[in-house]
């Protein structure tokens, strides 16, 4: 299958800081890529969508302006942490849908604690 | 809107026993339906997907799963568990249009005991 890959795989850092979360897709053109969070024993919750070259589209209730998100090209999609609080640390999860469409190919994940 | 349940947030079987694990899902039309894997601290990795076509998907690590569109169902199965496969399994769907996002069911946690 379709590798996506994902750096840091773990960070820590201070209350007040920013986190940069990098999401490759290593074999393919990723038109469309999803950011989701994950807490403890909890399923996925997709945070935004973006598209190559357009904006994110931000899920009810998620923070677009704590959640930076930048997709510039077809196999690298960013997510920015900004001014990290506590309540930020969890386990962030990318995924990329290439031209095939149907299927969404996941990053093995960011573990972020926020101190 | 679609949506998706699985019966059952823990199940227990011993090794060499038959794994099922239920998904029934809501979806005003046909739907694409996924299995994933999610091991500890690590992303989710594709077991299995329907699109169209034969029913019955094979998966990695002998899983497959059976659509059923009367009963509205996509339970995964394999014949004999093996302690490797411990692990959170999360049954998905989405809506054939190119727009349309993953809608994930609340997992469920396999463990294989000897």
């Known amino acids: 299958g379709a590798v996506v890959s994902q750096h840091p795989s773990w960070v820590i850092c201070k209350s007040g800081t920013s986190v940069k979360i990098e999401c490759r897709s290593l074999?393919?053109?990723?038109?469309?890529m999803f950011w989701y969070r994950q807490f403890p024993k909890k399923s996925l919750m997709l945070m935004a969508t973006?598209?190559?070259?357009?904006?994110?589209?931000?899920e009810q209730g998620v923070e677009k302006d704590k959640f930076l998100i930048n997709h510039a090209s077809l196999t690298l999609s960013t997510l920015t942490v900004t001014s990290a609080h506590p309540e930020d640390s969890s386990f962030y999860i990318c995924?990329?849908?290439?031209?095939?469409?149907?299927?969404?190919?996941f990053g093995p994940g960011t573990r972020l604690l926020v101190l | 809107a679609q949506s998706v349940t699985q019966l059952g947030s823990h199940v227990s079987v011993s090794e060499g026993a038959l794994v099922l694990l239920r998904c029934n899902y809501s979806?005003?039309?046909?739907?694409?339906l996924f299995w994933y894997v999610q091991y500890p601290n690590q992303g989710l990795q594709l077991l299995l997907k329907?699109?169209?076509?034969?029913?019955l998907v094979k998966g990695i690590n002998g899983f497959e799963a059976e659509f059923k569109k009367s009963e509205t169902s996509f339970h995964l199965t394999k014949p004999s568990a093996h302690m490797s496969d411990a692990a959170e399994y999360f049954c998905?769907?989405?809506?054939?249009?190119?727009?349309?996002?993953?809608?994930f069911g609340t997992g469920t946690r396999l463990q294989v005991t000897l």
């Open positions: 329907y699109t169209t076509g034969a029913t």
């Open positions: 995924s990329a849908r290439g031209d095939r469409k149907e299927t969404q190919y």
């Open positions: 973006s598209n190559e070259g357009s904006k994110a589209t931000y």
């Open positions: 979806s005003s039309v046909p739907p694409y």
């Open positions: 074999d393919f053109q990723a038109t469309t």
């Open positions: 998905a769907v989405r809506l054939t249009g190119t727009a349309s996002k993953l809608t």
